[in-house]
């Protein structure tokens, strides 16, 4: 094989398969904890309370509606 | 708060993430990874295709990859029940993917079909010497290209099985069906195929196939087709823009983690591509090795060419080739059985919300109706050059013209694709910035143009491999037609009237507003 040709099967090897390692022991890493209060984001979806959601919500709604 | 929990109730959930993903990896790896892949990389500049390849695959499939995911998520439904959320009438753009899909299942169920045919055809070495003969005239029975109601009873009953074992998955529903089947087809089409491509790397001119996949043509870079047709085959290779992942997102859970699911998803199929590659073009080497010619000599190396006139040839060759013919088919079967069925889940998902179906009833109606589809078009003597011109105007004009529309619609027509970023980051451990915006809602539907209106001038100008007029009539144009058709129909049916009300009363899991204060909080 020329070296051009190794350089770029390790190459695309390399960008792929080492693109999903990553992905999967990222996921692994960050693996969601089933109590909703351990996400920060969520903590503060909780306080802000559901009141927040009435006018989008109604918006959208008459919007299906029509 | 009960409303939510109704609407929760109703819809069926992957049990684990890992099951979502698993189904999704399956749907994306497909026919195309195996026989499309290599041929088209060899073509187009060898290891130079790769850099427009990645490219592609960074720039336009990942981020439609989490296009898709975001709206079938947030808005919890079938492709017209996701569009029908987002704008009314809008739905029929949900139904055109729908009709797609509808389309592209009743053929790709016929080529897995001849894999499983070629499954017992490898153990008996039933094509002799002349392998192309064999699949055209003594298994197809190929006529000239016209319309034909004479059926080939050795690819209906293959079909009839596949039909049959692929509606008892989706009859049982997401989790014991689909989930399940996916969680035993995908690790054993891997370790499949992983035993075939070790086995091909010790074959004699192994090395000269892998040397001219690989072997970089730069020039081939500054060609404008190279990099449509890299941009090409990440869109057809993700099964992104026709619904499939809209449908199998809006089966997830809330608490999802969205951007590394649609990461691994993205690169396990990338690397099953070069793995495929490997693995292909190791098997052509060795063909020029034992013909005594140069791989770029070989003919047929892409699509049912491939797989059913050159790979039999090879097999013949080789040492203890039953066992690896048998081997290359039951992957190209399973690869198959896993995309079969999340083209199926697309069209009985939207039954399903539309109309209040089952998941089985579902599955029983709608597999009556593709089976005879199926039968009357693509297995009769006609089938081989009915599903080569189909499947050029359904992928060329179908799937790119509905991901265009689609992208357009909700980019500029909804202005919608900051509530979609938001919504991806709120599910998400990985940040989207304004970057996925741009991607998304400028360079992908740009792309997209360009490639649709470069294919449809070539079809126009230049004819499709050289059918009569009349039947690129019938079967090329007449599909997408059938495809409005369908669409038009399924929007004006009324929704099953317990089924309407969750349109009004629908929630997003939260609402733009939340997110909005999230994001201002720079929590987002």
């Known amino acids: 094989m020329t070296i051009e040709a190794i350089s770029m099967m390790l190459l695309a090897m390399l960008i792929v398969w080492g693109g999903l390692l990553w992905s999967v022991l990222y996921l692994r890493k960050h693996k969601l904890p089933d109590d909703v209060s351990n996400s920060d984001a969520l903590h503060t979806l909780a306080q802000l309370g559901e009141e927040r959601l009435g006018g989008f919500m109604t918006h959208r709604a008459d919007e299906l509606s029509q | ?524």
């Open chain 2, 1 to 524: 708060m009960i409303r939510r929990a109704a609407q929760v109730a109703a819809r069926e959930t992957w049990s684990t993430q890992l099951g979502f993903l698993v189904a999704a990896i399956g749907s994306a790896i497909g026919l195309g990874n195996i026989w499309r892949f290599p041929g088209v990389a060899y073509a187009n500049g060898g290891g130079a295709f790769l850099i427009p390849y990645l490219v592609a695959l960074l720039t336009a499939g990942i981020p439609f990859l989490i296009f898709d995911y975001a709206l079938g998520h947030r808005f919890q439904g079938s492709a017209p029940t996701v569009f029908r959320r987002i704008g009314g009438w809008f739905e029929s753009l949900g139904w055109f993917q729908v009709a797609v899909s509808f389309v592209i299942m009743t053929y790709y169920a016929v080529v897995v079909a001849w894999s499983v045919s070629y499954i017992f055809f490898s153990a008996q070495g039933a094509w002799g010497s002349d392998p192309v003969s064999f699949f055209t005239k003594d298994y197809l029975q190929v006529s000239a290209p016209s319309f034909s109601l004479n059926v080939v009873s050795a690819v209906l009953f293959p079909l009839l099985a596949v039909w049959v074992i692929v509606l008892v998955f989706l009859g049982l529903g997401i989790q014991r069906g689909l989930e399940r089947a996916n969680k035993i087809f995908i690790p054993l089409l891997v370790v499949i195929f992983l035993v075939m491509v070790v086995r091909t790397l010790f074959l004699p001119g192994a090395t000269d196939g892998i040397n001219a996949f690989f072997t970089p043509n730069w020039a081939a870079l500054l060609r404008p087709d190279v990099w449509v047709a890299a941009y090409s085959q990440i869109f057809y290779s993700l099964s992104v823009g026709f619904g499939i992942m809209i449908t199998y997102a809006s089966y997830l859970p809330r608490r999802v983690n969205i951007g590394p699911t649609a990461l691994v998803a993205a690169f396990a199929n990338s690397s099953f591509e070069i793995v495929a590659g490997i693995g292909v073009f190791s098997t052509l080497g060795f063909m020029a090795h034992e013909a005594g010619v140069g791989v770029q000599d070989i003919e047929g190396i892409t699509g049912v060419s491939l797989s059913f006139m050159t790979f039999p040839k090879i097999i013949s060759m080789m040492p203890g080739g039953h066992v690896f013919g048998i081997l290359f088919f039951l992957s190209l079967t399973i690869a198959g059985i896993t995309s079969l069925m999340s083209l199926i889940q697309v069209v009985s998902s939207a039954f399903q919300d539309k109309f209040g179906f089952s998941a089985t009833r579902s599955a029983l109606i709608l597999g009556l109706v593709a089976m005879f589809c199926s039968v009357l078009f693509f297995s009769t003597t006609n089938g081989l050059n009915a599903l080569d011109v189909v499947d050029n105007w359904i992928n060329s004009v179908g799937i790119l013209g509905i991901a265009l529309l689609s992208v357009l619609y909700v980019t500029y027509g909804k202005r919608m694709l900051r509530e979609l970023r938001l919504h991806i980051n709120f599910h998400s451990s990985i940040r989207f910035g304004k970057w996925w915006i741009f991607v998304t809602g400028l360079l992908t539907p740009a792309i997209l143009l360009y490639i649709l209106l470069a294919t449809v001038w070539s079809i126009i100008t230049t004819g499709y491999g050289g059918y009569p007029h009349n039947f690129i009539l019938m079967f090329g144009w007449g599909c997408v037609v059938i495809a409005f058709l369908l669409t038009a129909i399924f929007t004006l049916l009324p929704w099953y009237k317990k089924r309407a009300p969750q349109l009004v009363g629908y929630q997003p899991w939260e609402s733009l507003t939340t997110l909005e204060a999230l994001e201002k909080e720079g929590k987002l």
